[in-house]
């Protein structure tokens, strides 16, 4: 049986064909219907030869006949008042068997009234429709079954399939095996589940049985002759994902895991899409609890603006921000390519052809100033900004051209404009800084807490700070990827080197978080959870390849630490509101003190370091 349709809506590889598309739709609902009025020809005299004690002497049979077909006449209505015969049910699913149910019922209990008040009259016993009901609904039941079992021999994979073994006999584990042996082209065949719950260690899930619990792997899968590793659990965190790697690899088999269940939900994946561990899925964290409430109430109905809008964090921002129905929602960038992606990702299109798209330099103040002014923002998230730390180092200029006076540029366009809620996108680095990056985003941040003393009451600008995002353009991981698609060698800066990481979605989620709960002025440090080791990073990735790839050490960058710091030596933090946010104040830094002399012997100063 099914598990609901909850399930039905997790199972289904594509929407149903109307019914005069679907083939031999009349022949087959004509023959259920054949059954089930059949099952009322047999039941009817069969509960009368009951009812006399199997004294057929004593019945008038020929009332008895015309009754039952009068009783499958009524289970045709019945049966299309609760669209049995429409195409509406899978064989063998609750709602099915709820529908047959209701419909019996109603038609048994109207021929029980029926008889109570014509039976004698007619010779038919008043008794005759309670004892056959019984037995009308085990014959639809049973030969629905039937056809369901038929149906299921029918479309079992084929031997060729890879013998699967399957962790999690769970909801989500029941409702892959049922696709996996209900689908005649999956590259997949269950043979064994692992559960690591005692109450589930004699269960058997549609054939399958469970064999034993995690540490039973090895065993198991000589017994079974399995080649892959199924992981069917909601969420398996990074350290639990990396110990069933690990496991698994050593004994030769392929790990594989579900999509991501927001993707089945919107339609983006089918459950039965496994695809096999990635580096994200070893480093990434457990999933954020997001209050919603407090995002919307600042984002729903109000003008937003995105600077860098084309980039990695500024479209996956826009991304989130659309689904809180802003009023308007414009992205800023200087790429073309990029805003032609964004709108894609957000509104389905890449016309180039609306207002939302904003072609603009952070650098041109004047241009800056228009669009403010045009677009009237209420909320502003600014991501635009240089951030490849090693370029930044020869160039620091560029830094202070875009980082620096283009955040000016942002800010007072913003200000003037009458902007509520101003958020920075800020980065680990400017915690102590030592590098060009660093001292840029540092400045930026002391700018947007000098212009929160400036803007009008209510008026909040706030700076976010975290690390490196998985992911994000000319960021580690696509790089080590892309040198292990080359055959390598990975280059490590220092076997001791170490990382926060938060993948995109996340990052943006808390960055949307703070900017409901930043308090003016504040900096904002999201919870990047422990640091990695870079070095175990870049193993991972080659071990997951399969490749054998040499690592070579090229030692730390100028302005590069050996480990980030989020939070600064001088600075306090309190978590006063979210459990992954921390609050922390830094000293403002008045733009008309802003000098390129000091910056300037900022950086040479840390080229000394």
């Known amino acids: 049986m099914e598990l609901g349709p909850q399930e039905l809506a997790l199972d289904s590889d594509r929407e149903p064909l109307p019914e005069a598309a679907q083939p031999h739709y009349v022949l087959r609902r004509g023959m259920q219907f054949l059954l089930d009025i059949f099952g009322w020809l047999l039941s009817v005299p069969f509960a009368t030869w009951l009812r006399y004690e199997f ?6 049979w020929l009332p008895i006949v015309l009754f039952a077909l009068a009783v499958a006449l009524g289970q045709y209505v019945t049966g299309h008042l609760f669209a049995l015969y429409r195409g509406r049910y899978n064989y063998g699913t609750f709602e099915e068997v709820r529908a047959v149910s ?20 007619v010779e038919v016993p008043r008794s005759v429709i309670i004892i056959a009901l019984p037995f009308a609904l085990v014959w639809m039941f049973g030969t629905r079954y039937i056809k369901r079992l038929f149906l299921e021999r029918k479309r079992k994979p084929s031997n060729d399939a890879a013998p699967t073994i399957i962790y999690g006999a769970g ?4 409702v892959l095996v049922r696709r996996m042996t209900t689908d005649p082209e999956s590259k997949y065949r269950p043979v064994a589940f692992l559960d690591d719950s005692k109450t589930k260690s004699n269960l058997e899930l549609r054939g399958v049985p469970v064999s034993g619990t995690f540490k039973d792997l090895e065993k198991v899968a000589q017994a079974t002759g399995a080649s892959t590793l199924v992981v069917a659990i909601g969420y398996a965190d990074p350290t639990l994902l990396q110990n069933i790697v690990d496991s698994a690899q050593n004994i030769g088999l392929d790990v594989k895991v579900l999509p991501v269940l927001n993707h089945v939900l919107e339609g983006a994946s089918q459950l039965t899409d496994l695809r096999t561990v990635n580096i994200e899925d070893l480093i990434s ?17 109000k003008r937003v603006l995105v600077t860098g809008a084309g980039g990695s964090i500024g479209s996956e921002l826009c991304v989130q921000i659309s ?13 073309e390519t990029a805003l032609q992606a964004v709108q894609i990702e957000t509104a389905g299109s890449g016309l180039l052809d609306t207002n939302s798209l904003l072609l603009a330099d952070i650098r041109d103040a004047e241009a800056l100033k228009k669009i403010f002014s045009e677009h009237n923002p209420e909320v502003v998230f600014h991501a635009a900004a240089l951030k490849h730390l090693p370029l930044l180092e020869k160039y620091p200029d560029e830094a202070w051209k875009t980082n620096v006076l283009g955040t000016l540029n942002v800010l007072r366009a913003a200000n003037a404009a009458g902007v509520e809620t101003f958020v920075n ?3 680990d680095k400017a915690a102590d800084p030592t590098s060009v990056l660093g001292h840029s985003k540092r400045l930026a941040e002391k700018l947007t807490a000098a212009i929160a003393d400036e803007t009008k ?17 000319g960021s580690m991981l696509p790089t080590f990827t892309r040198l292990i698609e080359r055959g390598g060698p990975l280059t490590v800066t220092h076997p001791q080197v170490s990382r926060y ?23 904002l440090i999201l919870d990047m959870g422990e640091p990695v080791s870079i070095l175990d990073v870049a193993k991972r990735m080659i071990r997951l390849s399969g490749k054998k790839i040499d690592i070579i050490f090229t030692g730390l960058r100028d302005g590069e630490k050996l480990h980030e710091s989020l939070i600064g030596e001088n600075e306090t933090a309190s978590r006063p509101f979210h459990e992954l946010i921390s609050h922390a104040r830094i000293g403002a830094l008045n733009p008309q003190d802003l000098s390129h002399r000091e910056w300037q012997a900022t950086v040479d100063r840390a080229g000394k370091l």
């Open 323 to 335: 689904r809180f129905g802003p009023r308007e929602l414009s992205m800023l960038d200087r790429d």
């Open 285 to 301: 964290r457990p999933q954020i609890d997001t209050d919603v409430e407090s995002i919307a109430g600042y984002l729903t109905g």
């Open 102 to 121: 209701w419909s019996a019922a109603t038609n048994g209990i109207f021929f029980m009234l029926t008889t109570l008040v014509i039976g004698p009259l």
């Open 425 to 427: 996108i800020s980065t």
């Open 501 to 523: 990481f938060m993948t995109i979605p996340e990052a943006c989620q808390l960055v949307l978080q703070a900017g409901g709960i930043g308090r003016s002025g504040e900096v």
């Open 55 to 60: 004294d057929g002497s004593r019945i008038s």
């Open 171 to 174: 909801y989500l584990g029941e």
């Open 457 to 473: 009451k209510g008026a909040r600008y706030v700076s976010v700070r975290f690390g490196n995002v998985i992911g994000s353009r």
